[in-house]
């Protein structure tokens, strides 16, 4: 009986543990309005009011993203996108350090000027759109990854 009673605990257990992950599967691709050519380099971050995901871009433009370990996805509900080091390198300042100019329009590099904002409710494969910066701008080497 206490033999039957340790396996259906163990069985219950298990299903428990795998029918309530509270995250679901997150990759897509990001590609530029332009000339739909691959975003290849930063972070593409995922914020909710609980809740920050991410994923390292990668030289095809796709990413998975993950909140406690590498590709284990996002918990349901809303987001903001945006992106961190999404930069290159644009040559050197007077003292020899490097200067780095954003690949993307500033206003995805931050959550609260990000227009990028999705519903997740299941596992998804999203592509998103994104502009590249208008004029020269040029961030600070802190800023990037």
Not at 111 to 118: D, F, M, N
Request: aromatic share 8%; proline share 6%.
């Amino acid at each position: 009986m206490i033999k039957h009673f340790s396996v259906a605990f163990i069985l219950f257990s298990c299903f428990l543990i795998a029918g309530c992950s509270k995250n679901v599967g997150m990759s897509g691709t990001v590609t530029f309005s332009d000339d739909n050519s691959p975003l290849t380099v930063g972070t593409i971050c995922f914020q909710s009011d609980s809740v920050f995901s991410r994923g390292k871009m990668k030289p095809d433009g796709t990413f998975v993203i993950g909140s406690e370990k590498e590709a284990d996805g996002l918990p349901k509900g809303e987001y903001v996108v945006f992106f961190s080091g999404a930069t290159e390198q644009d040559g050197t300042d007077d003292s020899g350090m490097p200067v780095f100019k954003s690949v993307v329009d500033l206003k995805y590099t931050t959550p609260e000027e990000t227009p990028l904002k999705i519903s997740v409710a299941g596992k998804q494969k999203i592509d998103l759109k994104v502009d590249r910066p208008s004029g020269d701008m040029k961030v600070a080497p802190n800023l990037t990854e």
